[in-house]
């Protein structure tokens, strides 16, 4: 479960990114975060994966308070977390594959054990027969996928994803989401901010709708 109480966010130049936001997620819930451009969408995304710390608040996963974490506790908690954000953080010098080994690589995970789990990605999100690709040779969309086969390689619980339709066409934006909808229904968390608000029909998610860094409206659930 995910509890956010009273969070506030300003930065050093004078901005205040988030004011006064709380609410609350459930485990295995698809929840929205939606809003204008600069409404706080990112920076709450960031806070929720420990990336930044509030200023002010808290926000509780799975009863650990994210302030109070010491730094060399944040590595694991976010290994109950996939992590996608709009810059990807692809590693163009590997291939799909490789890429998804990635992280399976860092928890020193047995090779073979490896291998097979990172196929087991791929092949959920359409990209097993592109493992020798590099992601330079794959189209947007690809890209996309791969980036989220490498959040979900190591079976996370929360699945934590910015603007993850940014720049696709309708039709592979709808296929991405199709994969976190899949994911959703077999109890993985998943939360995604996005400014474009034609896929809530689509989905019916839960939305958390935040105008100047303010939760706005009754489906926030504030606290």
């Known amino acids: ?3 956010a109480n ?6 050093s130049e004078g901005l205040t990114a988030l004011r006064d936001v709380s609410f609350a997620i459930e485990d295995g819930e698809m929840v929205f975060i939606t809003g ?4 706080g969408k990112t920076t709450l995304v960031r806070l929720l994966a420990a990336i930044e710390r509030p200023t002010s608040g808290s926000i509780i996963v799975n009863g650990q308070n994210l302030a109070s974490l010491r730094r060399g506790a944040i590595p694991y908690l976010r290994r109950n977390f996939g992590l996608i954000f709009q810059d990807q953080k692809l590693l163009f010098d590997r291939s799909v594959l490789d890429n998804v080994l990635l992280p399976l690589a860092i928890i020193g995970l047995a090779p073979k054990e490896a291998a097979r789990r ?5 092949d959920k999100v359409g990209l097993q027969a592109r493992e020798k ?5 794959l189209s947007g969309g690809e890209q996309q996928r791969l980036a989220i086969a490498r959040a979900v390689v190591n079976r996370p619980a929360i699945l934590l994803a910015d603007e993850p339709t940014a720049n696709l066409d309708s039709d592979t934006a ?3 989401l199709d994969i976190f909808q899949a994911f959703h229904q077999v109890g993985v968390t998943v939360i995604l901010a996005t400014h474009d608000p034609q896929w809530m029909k689509h989905l019916g998610p839960r939305v958390l709708r935040l105008e100047h860094g303010r939760l706005s409206g009754a489906d926030g659930d504030a606290l």
């Open 133 to 137: 690709a590099f992601p330079i040779a």
């Open 118 to 122: 990172a196929r087991a990605a791929l």
């Open 1 to 3: 479960m995910i509890i």
């Open 36 to 39: 204008h451009s600069g409404a």
């Open 6 to 11: 009273a969070v506030c966010k300003r930065y």
């Open 174 to 176: 709808a296929d991405i």
